[in-house]
């Protein structure tokens, strides 16, 4: 079977989804998160450290246990929410998405140095990355490529049918360089663990992690302002939010500012996460990363 013909199956079962209720959807989607519980013990357990790392003391065993259920079913539900959205035209998604703080993005553009969005996987950040095109600005996106082509054709048709232009991260320095300098306003992820030599370590929830440095020295460079975006659910509807604009820290040393900026990126992403903990992907080892140290064997 070739891809196209792939491709066209996987559309069909979307178009054939989301002519279901949404309620349908949502049931399924908990249904699978709890499945998906009760076999991933490997998951489980990410969660479970991450949360009682993030928030020493807070949770019982039992809170964890149910705190950790939550997550995974909201991390299913992003994909059924995208489905269920799939067929919706902007006039009828329009009545269940909120957009606040835009003025944070009209003023950051004045500037006329480009604006790169902050975000986060908290949220369904799949949605929000289709539809913040429709809050008045032209965005692009950074994203990893899928080596199976029917699931990378599909994601960039779900994620541009709005208006969001997606980039591939491979080789999209020069392009994210010409688009900044044309003041235009490009979105990005930074809670991901990397590799040592990718990133810098900076506290996140009380532990080092290992960000990747290349934000802090593209806005070093292009002097770019930075507007953290989030998206949660408030019962049936999506918040799509701007924050202010965070300011840039030059002190004259390049390593320094390197650290300084990350750690503001991802201090400001972890206060977001701290209002909609159970919204977060926590499913992710952010700490994977261990920072290098000397042991002293006298």
Same mark, same amino acid.
Request: glycine content about 6%; charged content about 20%; aromatic content about 12%.
């Given at each position: 079977m070739?891809?196209?013909?792939?491709?066209?199956?996987?559309? %069909?079962?979307?178009?054939? $989804?989301?002519?279901?209720? #949404?309620? *349908?959807?949502r049931?399924?989607?908990d249904?699978? @998160?709890? /499945?998906?519980?009760?076999?991933?013990?490997?998951?489980?357990?990410?969660?479970?450290?991450?949360?009682?790392?993030?928030?020493?003391e807070?949770?019982?065993?039992?809170?964890a246990?149910?705190?950790?259920?939550?997550?995974?079913?909201?991390?299913?539900?992003?994909?059924?929410?995208?489905?269920w959205?799939?067929r919706k035209?902007?006039?009828? %998604?329009?009545?269940?998405? $909120?957009?606040?703080?835009? #003025?944070? *993005?009209?003023?950051?553009?004045?500037?006329g140095r @480009?604006? /790169?969005?902050?975000?986060?996987?908290?949220?369904?950040?799949?949605?929000?990355?289709?539809?913040?095109?429709?809050?008045?600005?032209?965005?692009y996106?950074?994203?990893?490529?899928?080596?199976?082509?029917?699931?990378?054709?599909?994601?960039?048709?779900?994620r541009q049918?709005?208006?969001?232009?997606?980039?591939?991260?491979?080789?999209?320095?020069?392009?994210?360089?010409?688009?900044?300098?044309?003041n235009?306003? *490009?979105?990005?992820?930074?809670?991901?663990?990397?590799d040592?030599?990718q990133?810098?370590?900076?506290?996140?929830?009380?532990?080092?992690?290992?960000?990747?440095?290349?934000l802090?020295k593209?806005?070093l460079?292009?002097?770019?302002?930075?507007?953290?975006?989030?998206?949660?659910?408030?019962?049936?509807?999506?918040?799509?939010?701007f924050?202010?604009?965070i300011?840039?820290?030059i002190?004259?040393?390049?390593?320094?500012?390197?650290?300084?900026?990350?750690q503001?990126?991802?201090?400001?992403?972890?206060?977001?996460v701290?209002?909609?903990?159970?919204q977060?992907?926590?499913?992710?080892?952010?700490?994977?990363?261990?920072?290098?140290?000397?042991?002293?064997?006298?």
């Open positions: 070739n891809d196209d013909i792939i491709y066209k199956l996987l559309k %069909l079962m979307v178009n054939l $989804l989301a002519m279901l209720p #949404r309620r *349908v959807l049931f399924f989607s249904l699978l @998160g709890l /499945i998906w519980y009760m076999v991933d013990k490997r998951h489980r357990n990410v969660v479970l450290e991450n949360i009682n790392f993030a928030y020493p807070r949770f019982s065993n039992t809170q246990q149910r705190f950790t259920k939550i997550v995974f079913k909201n991390v299913v539900s992003i994909l059924f929410e995208v489905i959205s799939y035209t902007w006039d009828e %998604l329009s009545q269940c998405v $909120l957009f606040k703080g835009v #003025r944070h *993005v009209e003023n950051a553009k004045k500037k @480009g604006v /790169i969005l902050l975000c986060s996987h908290l949220g369904n950040f799949e949605l929000g990355g289709a539809v913040i095109a429709k809050a008045g600005i032209a965005p996106g950074i994203y990893r490529k899928f080596d199976f082509q029917p699931i990378e054709r599909f994601l960039l048709e779900v049918r709005f208006g969001t232009k997606m980039i591939p991260l491979r080789g999209a320095s020069k392009k994210i360089d010409t688009i900044l300098k044309n235009g306003v *490009v979105g990005t992820l930074l809670d991901q663990s990397v040592w030599y990133g810098v370590f900076v506290d996140y929830f009380g532990r080092p992690a290992c960000t990747n440095n290349g802090a593209l806005v460079r292009s002097k770019a302002a930075v507007v953290p975006l989030f998206i949660v659910r408030k019962n049936e509807n999506y918040i799509v939010e924050l202010p604009e300011p840039l820290e002190t004259g040393d390049p390593i320094k500012d390197i650290e300084n900026n990350t503001n990126y991802v201090s400001s992403i972890e206060s977001t701290r209002q909609y903990p159970e977060y992907f926590w499913v992710h080892n952010r700490w994977k990363t261990k920072p290098y140290s000397i042991i002293n064997s006298n």
